[in-house]
């Protein structure tokens, strides 16, 4: 499926009909998550694209990028309705719950340190002037991935030192702060009722968080660092993918796309199953709204849909 370069991120919508993927050759996609056939595309980026998002009501979509900005699309025509400017590339961005508020975080780069910024796009002039209502500073450690929390409260933030921060969407302050992670989070996916979240880090393991307490419930590990992790909507379990950085990659074994996604029990943090596919590291999964499939995107720039046989529902797992 159509990236010339490595996937960086897919995100279904709320139905689960459309999948939007991004990767590094500047293209944001969009497919029919049923056949997988292209429904389209959204043109005007001109690095490459980190993140994408779309609203609660499929009517817009937001992407980050590489060459300093932030844009936001008409879903259904692929027109831009807005580009935000910033000093470096951005990384994370999210519609909250209502679609009204925006959040993106940019990297520390070239001088400039990261900032998480939030933007209200029901006030025109704050687009215009390209003014956020609230900027935070992250002067301490980057922000490699966010989410935002329940009711559209606060912004759950990873760093690249392994802390979780909660963002206030009105003040900016950092309301919890804990640090499970050694090394750095590579992806932060909530569940469908937004009361957990799980993270993915480059220190081979992914957790699951309380959103609200951040407390620490589950912690689930492999070899090899995880790209990204995410939770099903109606079974208790986790998915994981990942593999070694990309420059590390030729120095391993050839065995022809041993890159799997890797499947946990929530509950006995125990791992039951594996899927084998991608050519080079899982760089992002995520669960279709229904279960009943779930996506990944690697660096060899493929998109894979995966439906779950009638076994994967019938299975008890024997603890």
């Known amino acids: 499926m159509g990236h010339e370069r490595s996937i960086t991120q897919i995100k279904y919508n709320r ?14 996609n969009v497919w029919y998550s049923v056949n997988g056939e292209r429904l389209g595309t959204y043109n005007g980026h001109t690095g490459a694209v980190w993140c994408v998002d779309v609203d609660w009501d499929t009517k817009n979509v937001l992407t980050g990028s590489a060459d300093n900005t932030c844009r936001l699309w008409d879903c259904q025509t692929g027109k831009q309705l807005a580009q935000l400017k910033t000093s470096s590339a951005v990384r994370t961005c999210g519609f909250d719950f209502s679609g009204n508020i925006i959040m993106f975080s940019t990297d520390k780069q070239m001088g400039y340190q990261c900032f998480l910024n939030y933007f209200d796009l029901r006030d025109p002039q704050q687009i215009e002037d390209n003014q956020p209502y609230v900027s935070v500073p992250c002067s301490e450690s980057k922000i490699t991935s966010a989410v935002w929390g329940p009711l559209g409260e606060f912004v759950i933030a990873g760093h690249e030192n392994g802390e979780i921060n909660q963002f206030s969407a009105k003040s900016g302050e950092v309301l919890k702060k ?84 890797r499947f946990f ?43 779950f046989d009638p076994q994967y529902f019938e299975f008890e797992f024997e603890g």
């Open 265 to 307: 029990h929530a509950a006995y943090e125990e791992e039951f199953g594996r899927v084998k596919g991608h050519f080079g590291p899982i760089n992002c999964v995520a669960f279709h709204p229904d279960g009943k499939s779930y996506s990944s995107g690697g660096e060899d720039g493929y998109v894979r849909i995966h439906y």
């Open 15 to 28: 139905e689960g009909d459309l999948l939007f993927s991004v990767a590094k050759d500047t293209v944001v």
């Open 178 to 261: 804990v640090k499970e992670h050694t090394k750095q989070i590579n992806d932060i996916q909530t569940s469908v009722d937004l009361t957990m979240v799980i993270t993915a880090s480059k220190d081979n393991t992914a957790k699951l968080f309380d959103s609200t307490s951040l407390d620490h419930i589950k912690t689930f590990k492999t070899e090899r660092p995880v790209n990204s992790a995410a939770i099903s909507p109606i079974m208790d379990h986790v998915v994981m993918g990942g593999g070694q950085e990309a420059m590390e990659v030729t120095t391993t074994s050839t065995r022809i796309g041993k890159f799997e996604a």
